[in-house]
C-alpha cells in the first residue's frame, strides 16, 4: 500500500493513511460513483514501515533489498517502487498520476489529470535505461490486478518492456476478506491489527470500502468458485434467518447470489446487538464494473515473451466463509442488590463467525493467488508462512499478506528472478507444491461477540490478545493467531497450550462466546456460552489445561459486577448452546400417607422432595429442627405420629440457591382417651375426652371423635334400681384406630 496524503491550508504536509483516526479515513471518502470526494489527495511513497518498529514492516527491508541491488552491488542498473491511490478503479490509475516537482503524485481529480501517466511513463523510462531493454515488474496483491491491466493497456507495447512479473500473494480472482470488509468493516491493509487500537473504527473502515472501487475488485469474482469448494457465505437454517434462505439459498457459492446477497436493497433487517453485524447494501454499480473487469483479467495470461510467477503463502489461518445464524442476546430484568443480574430475557438476533483455512496467507486464499493455469506458463511457488514463523518464533515477527515481502527467503528467491540466476535449489520456506499437512496441529478457537476484551495468557505469562499498556497487539503465546473481524474477535492457540482465557467487560449488555477444537480444516468439536449477560467491571475466565478436549473443558467462571467473587459458572457442553441460568431451581414437596380430616394424617407419611432447573439440579437439603441443621435428601423421609415442619430448598449446578420453602404435616394416629363422670347438675353420666394432639369433641352421646377423625366409642348399657338408684354397665369400647375391639368382661 501507498502512503496517502494532502497539504494543510498552511502548507504543511498532513498523512491520511497510515490512519490514526476516523477523521483520516473519512477524508478519503469515496463517492458512490467510486470517484474522490477530494481532488487534494497524493502519494509519494510505498509504507515501508506501518506505526510501530520491525513489527510494522510492510515493504521496508525489500525496499533496501532494491537499494542494494542498485548502489552496492550494482546487479541492477535502475528500479523505481510505484505508488499509487489505491483507492481507485484500475482504469483510473492508469490514465492518471501526474508528478510535482516536489514528488507529490496525484492521480484523483483535476490534479491527477495528465497525458503522460506516471506508471506507464516509469516503466518506459526503466525499459529504455535498462541493459536489457526490459523490465521486471514484481507486484503485490492489488498490485497483481493493476499490473495485468497495465499490459491490457500497453497492448503489444508489454511485450517490448517487460520480461518477467512476479506476483506475490495476489488475489487474482478475488478473496473472501473483501466480502467482510464491505459487509462488516473486516481489516485487510496494514499489518498492525486490530486498526481500532489505533483510532480507526471498524465502522469508519466499513464507510470507506462501502464506495472504494478497489475493494469490490477484490471481491471473489465467478471464476472464484470454480476452484474453490468453500461457499464464501452460508446462511444457517434457524428459524430468524428464513427471509435470507428464501431470498438467497443456504450457500452463496456463484457470482450471481454473492451479487445478490450484497446488493439486495430489499434484503430483511435482522435484529443484532451492534450495527457493525448487520450487513450494509453494497453499491451495485461498482459491483458490475468489478465483473467487468474479472472478466477481462480472470482469463489473463502473460503477453508472449513475458514469464509469469505467481507466489502464494501459505499456512496462515484465511478466512474463506462467513457464516450467519440466529444468537442469542439478553436483557436483565431485574437486579440484586449486589448489582448481578436476577433475571433475564433472551431473544433471538442475528450473529456470523468466520471459518478460517490454512491453505492461505492470512488473507488471500492459495487458489486466487495461483490462478493463472501453468498451461498459460505461470511458474507457480508456496511460501510456506507457518512453518517460517514457527521456526522464527521470538527472534522475528509472524509475517502473512501484508507483509510477506519481510521474509527474507521468499525476497532471496524474488532477487535470483530478477537477476536471472538458478533458483534451484529453492531457498527455505519456498516450494514448487503446496505444504504437507499430514499431521495437522489441534488448535482451539475462540471466537467472541461481545463489549468485552479477549485475552488469552500461557503458563509463562505469554500473553496474546491486546496489550492493556501499550494498547498493542501481542502474539506472544507461540503459534497464536489474535483477528477481528468486524466486531467479532478471535484468537487461536495450540491445543497443546496451558491457557487462561480472561474478558473483561467494557459496556453494560451480554456476549456470545465460540470454543471450537479444531485440526487442520476439520472441526472436531464445539461449544457456545451464549446471552450470557455483562457489564463494565465484568470478569470472566476460563481455564484450558493442555491437550483438553471440549468436552474436558473447565468452567467458564463469570464475576458479572467485577467484585473479584463468582457470580455462576457455566459449564462447556459439546455440541451444544449454553445459556447462563438465573433462576433457581423449583422444589415440590409430596406428602403420601392415609389422609384424615382438617390437613391431618392418621398414618405414617412419606415425604419426597423433587426439584427441577434448566441448567440441572446440583442438590437438595431439607431441615426438620427448624434450619438448626440441613441433611442433604437422598431419598423419602417417613415421619411418625406428632406435628412436624419440614423446610426444603435445592441448588443448581449454576449455583442458583432457591429460597427455603415450608411444609407442616400433622400426624395424629391415635383415638382420643374417653372419660366418663356423674354430673350431679344433669343428674346421668357425662363423656368427655382428650387427645394429646388434637382437640375431641363427642360426636355421639357416647362417641369421641378428634380432629384428624379418629374416634373412640362406648357401648353402654344403663338401667335403674328405684327411684335414686342406677346401674350403669360398660360393656365395650371401639377403637377406628384398631380392627379389633375391647370388651369390658
Known amino acids: 500500500a501507498s502512503r496517502l496524503y494532502a497539504r494543510n491550508p498552511d502548507g504543511s504536509e498532513k498523512a491520511f493513511w497510515e490512519p490514526h483516526g476516523d477523521s483520516d479515513v473519512t477524508a478519503l471518502a469515496m463517492s458512490e460513483d467510486g470517484t474522490a470526494m477530494r481532488d487534494d489527495i497524493y502519494t509519494r511513497d510505498v509504507i515501508d514501515n506501518a506505526y510501530v518498529p520491525l513489527k510494522g514492516n510492510v515493504y521496508k527491508s525489500f525496499l ?8 552496492t552491488n550494482h546487479i541492477i542498473a535502475d528500479y523505481t517502487v510505484a505508488p499509487y491511490d489505491w483507492r481507485l478503479s484500475l482504469d483510473e490509475i492508469l490514465t492518471t498520476g501526474a508528478k510535482m516537482p516536489d514528488g507529490r503524485l496525484y492521480y484523483a481529480g483535476p490534479l491527477g489529470a495528465t497525458t503522460t501517466p506516471y506508471i506507464i511513463q516509469e516503466l518506459r523510462r526503466l525499459a529504455k535505461n535498462s541493459k536489457t531493454g526490459k523490465v521486471t515488474i514484481v507486484a503485490h496483491s492489488n498490485g497483481g490486478l493493476l499490473a495485468k491491466a497495465l499490459t491490457d493497456k500497453l497492448g503489444v507495447e508489454a511485450s517490448n518492456l517487460i520480461d518477467k512479473i512476479i506476483f506475490v500473494a495476489v488475489p487474482q480472482t478475488g478473496t473472501p476478506q473483501a466480502i467482510g470488509a464491505i459487509l462488516h468493516g473486516f481489516e485487510q491493509a496494514l499489518p498492525i491489527k486490530p486498526l481500532s487500537a489505533l ?27 470454480t476452484y474453490t469448494d468453500d461457499p464464501v457465505i452460508t446462511i444457517s437454517d434457524d428459524p430468524l434467518l428464513a427471509p435470507w434462505r428464501a431470498a438467497y439459498g443456504e450457500t452463496i457459492h456463484s457470482g450471481e447470489r454473492l451479487r445478490n446477497f450484497l446488493t439486495d436493497q430489499s434484503r430483511v433487517a435482522l435484529p443484532v446487538t451492534d450495527p457493525l453485524v448487520s450487513p450494509i447494501v453494497a453499491n451495485g454499480a461498482l459491483l458490475q464494473k468489478s465483473e467487468t473487469v474479472h472478466g477481462a483479467l480472470d482469463s489473463w495470461t502473460s503477453p508472449a515473451g513475458i514469464v509469469l510467477y505467481e507466489i502464494a503463502g501459505w499456512g496462515e489461518e484465511t478466512l474463506s466463509n462467513i457464516h450467519y445464524y440466529q444468537g442469542l442476546k439478553s436483557v436483565c430484568t431485574a437486579r440484586r442488590a449486589d448489582s448481578t443480574c436476577a433475571a433475564m430475557v433472551t431473544t433471538p438476533v442475528l450473529q456470523y463467525s468466520p471459518k ?9 486464499v492459495a487458489s486466487s493467488a495461483l490462478w493463472t493455469p501453468s498451461s498459460a506458463g505461470a511458474q507457480k511457488y508456496w511460501v510456506d508462512l507457518d512453518n517460517y514463523n514457527s521456526s522464527n518464533f521470538g527472534t522475528t515477527i509472524d509475517r502473512e499478506h501484508a507483509d510477506i515481502l519481510e521474509v527474507p527467503s521468499l525476497r532471496a528467491f524474488i532477487q535470483n528472478v530478477i537477476i536471472g540466476a538458478n533458483t534451484t535449489p529453492l531457498p527455505q520456506f519456498v516450494s514448487t507444491s503446496a505444504p504437507p499437512n499430514d499431521e495437522p496441529e489441534k488448535q482451539l478457537h475462540f471466537t467472541l461477540h461481545s463489549p468485552l476484551s479477549l485475552d488469552l495468557y500461557d503458563d509463562q505469562g505469554n500473553h496474546t490478545g491486546m496489550s492493556t499498556t501499550t494498547n498493542s497487539l501481542e502474539e506472544n503465546i507461540p503459534n497464536s493467531r489474535y483477528l477481528t473481524f468486524g466486531e467479532v474477535q478471535y484468537i487461536s492457540v495450540p491445543a497443546s497450550s496451558n491457557v487462561l482465557l480472561i474478558m473483561n467487560g467494557k459496556a453494560e449488555g451480554s456476549f456470545t462466546l465460540d470454543l471450537a477444537e479444531v485440526e487442520g480444516d476439520t472441526v472436531l468439536a464445539t461449544t457456545t456460552f451464549a446471552a450470557v449477560p455483562s457489564s463494565v467491571g ?3 475466565t476460563m481455564n484450558i489445561l493442555p491437550g483438553t478436549a471440549i468436552a474436558d473443558a473447565l468452567s467458564l467462571m463469570v464475576d458479572e459486577n467485577g467484585d473479584g467473587a463468582t457470580d455462576f459458572s457455566l459449564a462447556s457442553k459439546p455440541g451444544e448452546i449454553v445459556i447462563p441460568d438465573l433462576t433457581p431451581p423449583q422444589t415440590s414437596a409430596s406428602a403420601t400417607g392415609t389422609l384424615g380430616t382438617n390437613g391431618w394424617y392418621r398414618s405414617n407419611v412419606s415425604i419426597t422432595l423433587a426439584a427441577t432447573d434448566d441448567s440441572g439440579v446440583k442438590d437438595t437439603f431439607y431441615s426438620i429442627d427448624n434450619g438448626v441443621f440441613w441433611n442433604l435428601y437422598n431419598s423419602s423421609l417417613v415421619l411418625n405420629e406428632g406435628v412436624a415442619t419440614i423446610q426444603y430448598y435445592s441448588t443448581d449446578v449454576a449455583g442458583n440457591i432457591e429460597a427455603a420453602q415450608t411444609l407442616a404435616v400433622k400426624i395424629d394416629m391415635t383415638a382420643p382417651e374417653a372419660v366418663l363422670a356423674f354430673s350431679p347438675a344433669e343428674g346421668d353420666l357425662v363423656l368427655t375426652g382428650k387427645d394429646n394432639l388434637s382437640p375431641v369433641t363427642v360426636t355421639a352421646p357416647f362417641t369421641l371423635t378428634d380432629e384428624a377423625g379418629n374416634s373412640t366409642t362406648l357401648t353402654i348399657n344403663k338401667s335403674r334400681k328405684g327411684k335414686h338408684e342406677a346401674s350403669v354397665a360398660l360393656s365395650k369400647i371401639s377403637y377406628s384406630t384398631l380392627t379389633t375391639t375391647d370388651t369390658v368382661p
Open 64 to 71: 533496501e533489498q532494491l537499494d542494494a541491488m542498485k548502489n
Open 199 to 225: 483510532g480507526m473504527t471498524e465502522a469508519a473502515a466499513r464507510e470507506l470500502a462501502r464506495n472504494m472501487p478497489s475493494v469490490y475488485n477484490l471481491l471473489p469474482s465467478a471464476n472464484y468458485f
Open 356 to 364: 478460517m483455512v490454512l491453505d492461505g496467507d492470512g488473507t488471500v
Open 538 to 540: 465484568t470478569v470472566a
